[in-house]
């Protein structure tokens, strides 16, 4: 039977909490009462997160893997996920069961009501540092502010989808991906279910602040090219700032004098110093910001597969939509 519900669930050194993420899975999901499948993205794990998950998938004809060559990031494996769906509703979520998957029958619920967007909404972050709950306050606001986009406040990746939602998000061709702002930008009816997001079931977490640093830069210039205009405001500020303080030192040159009658001669040395440190720090800023931009332009063209899939289990008859990995045919366990 065609199951009505798909989840997908990225995974990266996750081998020690995965039999009990499938669990919750299936002790959520059972209670709705309708067929569904739950694929698990293997992102290249490097302990036994595969081994795991196709030993359960191996007794387990609800569970499919999907397993890459090598570790391409939680946005390709999101993106992978959703591509071999074959539901009618789409649940994405991560499995270090900080995202409850009791939540998928409230989840459920508001699709059924006619909702073809549903977000997990953090209503209470558990053993979150102040900085890492600030820093993510300021990246929402900011992306409200920035991009095209009516990005949720305090929502992550955790969300059920319409059918029409994934099939919009399948046809976007974007290499560098932020998942959740590009479901986002679909539009469709939308609304949000408050759960607590809890502490990780095991491990340790894989997204350190350089990484979500490189995920909100990704995610400003994939939406916006409001840094490029606000580099020009900045530019022509600077331009003006140093034209009008031109002005007032040839105005001090020629009329002002020092009580002994003598001309008025500023000392530069030390605010020439501090303009040239200024303006170069400024002029590199804004290359560097051209270079993210071009890059992403580079990237794009390459025309690259967004991830290779190196082995599938539980899968028959399912291909991904656009290919599963670029024409590379992996084995199949099932």
């Not at 994939?222 to 405001?233: N, Q, S, V």
């Not at 020439?272 to 200024?278: K, T």
């Not at 560097?288 to 990237?299: F, I, K, P, S």
Request: with cysteine.
């Amino acid at each position: 039977m065609a199951p009505i519900i798909s989840i997908v669930s990225p995974m990266y050194n996750e081998a020690e909490g995965i039999a009990e993420f499938v669990r919750q899975v299936h002790a959520a999901v059972d209670a709705l009462g309708v067929p569904y499948e739950l694929i698990l993205v293997n992102d290249g794990s490097k302990d036994a997160s595969l081994q795991v998950a196709a030993g359960i998938a191996a007794t387990d004809a609800t569970v499919r893997v999907v397993s890459f060559s090598r570790n391409f990031g939680h946005e390709a494996a999101s993106t992978a996920g959703l591509r071999y769906v074959r539901g009618q509703a789409i649940v994405l979520i991560d499995s270090d069961l900080q995202d409850p998957p009791a939540v998928i029958g409230p989840m459920y619920e508001k699709w059924k009501e006619g909702f073809q967007l549903v977000y997990g909404v953090r209503s209470k972050r558990n053993e979150e540092t102040v900085l890492k709950r600030l820093t993510s306050w300021l990246f929402y606001r900011l992306m409200r502010k920035l991009a095209k986009i009516d990005l949720p406040k305090d929502t992550g990746d955790f969300r059920l989808m319409d059918r029409k939602v994934v099939d919009a998000f399948n046809a976007l061709p974007e290499r560098n991906r932020f998942v959740r702002g590009m479901i986002c930008w679909t539009g469709f009816r939308a609304t949000g279910v408050p759960f607590v997001r809890a502490p990780r079931f095991a491990g340790k977490s894989n997204y350190n602040y350089v990484k979500l640093v490189k995920l909100a830069i990704d995610s400003l210039t994939g939406f916006t090219t409001a840094p490029l205009k606000i580099a020009t405001w900045l530019g022509s500020l600077l331009a003006t700032g140093a034209m009008l303080w031109t002005l007032v030192v040839i105005y001090q040159f020629f009329f002002w004098h020092n009580p002994d009658g003598t001309p008025y001669r500023q000392p530069g040395f030390t605010f020439l110093y501090i303009a040239i440190l200024m303006l170069g720090g400024v002029q590199i800023f804004l290359i560097g910001l051209v270079g993210e931009y071009l890059a992403r332009t580079y990237e794009q063209m390459q025309g690259r597969p967004l991830y290779i899939v190196d082995e599938l289990v539980n899968f028959t008859d399912t291909a991904a939509v656009g290919g599963p990995n670029g024409g590379i045919l992996p084995p199949n366990r099932g």
